[in-house]
């Protein structure tokens, strides 16, 4: 879900106010970025339209404090159909005129003010997003089956042999064997839970402990 924190106020008045917040969530991912300032202007419910980004509380927060800045995607009578850019499907809640908190139109990112897209060509690019993520989920799917296979062959370990140190952790929920390549952990081996976990495409070469 888009998340937000630091809130500042940018422009008050007696009617309504102007707020940036900062970008810090993965359902917008491709519209915005992490650390993007978006300005959310104050605007009636009768001036949302299709393929704004709105900003409306977030529905299954527990404090009900956050914020989500999705697209709309629909108009219903009874509200709006929303959808992140970066989500396959919409949005469970309706936002009504009630828990409108306002319209996304620009972000600062790297110093540079830019405006949203929205309306029309804001829908657009949000199904161009859309697409690419079903053609990545297809790829995924195409190439699963050749990718285990390749994984059992073992080829690749007889020419790719990255140097791979083990580092064993012991706490009270017990032993951990963490697998660090290059100064990052790309696997590891929960003992006691005989649970095992490891990065593309590290289990190519990486087998589990339990399979030697």
Request: overall charge positive; hydrophobic content about 40%.
């Amino acid at each position: 879900m888009a998340l937000f924190s630091s809130v500042v106020v940018h422009v008050r008045d007696c009617r309504a106010e102007t707020t940036i917040r900062t970008y810090a969530g993965g359902s917008m991912l491709g519209t915005f970025r992490l650390g993007d300032r978006l300005t959310i202007e104050p605007v009636s419910f009768a001036d949302v339209f299709l393929g704004d980004v709105i900003a409306f509380p977030d529905p299954i927060g527990d404090d009900r404090t956050g914020v989500l800045v999705h697209r709309v995607v629909a108009i219903l009578p009874r509200g709006l159909i929303t959808r992140g850019d970066n989500n396959v499907r919409v949005d469970t809640s309706i936002v009504t005129a009630e828990n409108l908190l306002g319209k996304v139109t620009s972000y600062e990112r790297n110093g540079v003010r830019s405006k949203v897209v929205g309306g029309r060509l804001g829908l657009l690019r949000a199904r161009l997003l859309h697409a690419r993520i079903h053609i990545r989920n297809l790829l995924i799917c195409i190439g699963r089956g050749p990718y285990g296979a390749l994984r059992r062959s073992g080829l690749v370990a007889r020419w790719w042999r990255p140097q791979v140190t083990q580092l064993r952790v012991v706490s009270e929920s017990g032993a951990l064997i963490k697998y660090v390549c290059g100064g990052r952990v790309v696997a590891r081996w929960w003992q006691q839970q005989n649970r095992f976990e490891c990065d593309k495409p590290y289990d190519l070469v990486i087998p589990r402990p339990d399979e030697k």
